[in-house]
C-alpha cells in the first residue's frame, strides 16, 4: 500500500479547485492560514479547529533518559514539545474509514 503526503502545493490546488481563486492566490492563502497557526502557536496560545483537532504547546521538564546502546544516563533538557489532539469527529470519521479494510 502506498501513502501519500499531502502538501502545501495539494492544499493550494484544492483551494483554487473549490473556491475560484488564482493559483498564486489560493497558495498565498493557504501560506497564510499556516502562518496563522505556527505564529498563534509560538505565542503558546492554543489552536483549536472545529471538527478537526486542536494543537497545543506542552513544556516538559529536564528528566533523566538512557542511551539505549550503552546504557549511559544522559540529562534530557528541558523543551516545549507540539501536541496535536485529534476531534471525536476526526477519529470517528478516521475509524469509519477502517471498517472495511479489514485493520
Same mark, same amino acid.
Given at each position: 500500500?502506498?501513502? !501519500?503526503?499531502?502538501?502545501?502545493?495539494?492544499?493550494?490546488?484544492?483551494?483554487?479547485?473549490?473556491?475560484?481563486?488564482?493559483?498564486?492566490?489560493?497558495?498565498?492563502?493557504?501560506?497564510?492560514?499556516?502562518?496563522?497557526?505556527?505564529?498563534?502557536?509560538?505565542?503558546?496560545?492554543?489552536?483549536?479547529? /472545529?471538527?478537526?483537532?486542536?494543537?497545543?504547546?506542552?513544556? !516538559?521538564?529536564?528528566? $533523566?533518559?538512557?542511551?539505549? !546502546?550503552?546504557?549511559?544516563?544522559?540529562? $534530557?533538557?528541558?523543551?516545549?514539545?507540539?501536541?496535536?489532539?485529534?476531534? %471525536?469527529?476526526?477519529?470517528?470519521? $478516521? %475509524? !469509519? /474509514?477502517?471498517?472495511?479494510?479489514?485493520?
Amino acid at each position: 500500500m502506498t501513502r !501519500k503526503t499531502v502538501t502545501r502545493a495539494d492544499l493550494a490546488e484544492v483551494v483554487y479547485e473549490t473556491v475560484g481563486l488564482s493559483r498564486t492566490e489560493s497558495a498565498e492563502l493557504v501560506e497564510r492560514v499556516l502562518d496563522l497557526v505556527a505564529e498563534a502557536l509560538v505565542r503558546g496560545e492554543n489552536v483549536k479547529l /472545529s471538527s478537526f483537532g486542536s494543537f497545543q504547546v506542552r513544556s !516538559k521538564n529536564e528528566r $533523566i533518559g538512557r542511551n539505549p !546502546k550503552t546504557g549511559e544516563e544522559v540529562p $534530557i533538557l528541558p523543551r516545549q514539545v507540539l501536541v496535536f489532539k485529534p476531534s %471525536n469527529v476526526l477519529k470517528s470519521k $478516521i %475509524n !469509519k /474509514s477502517m471498517v472495511g479494510t479489514g485493520k
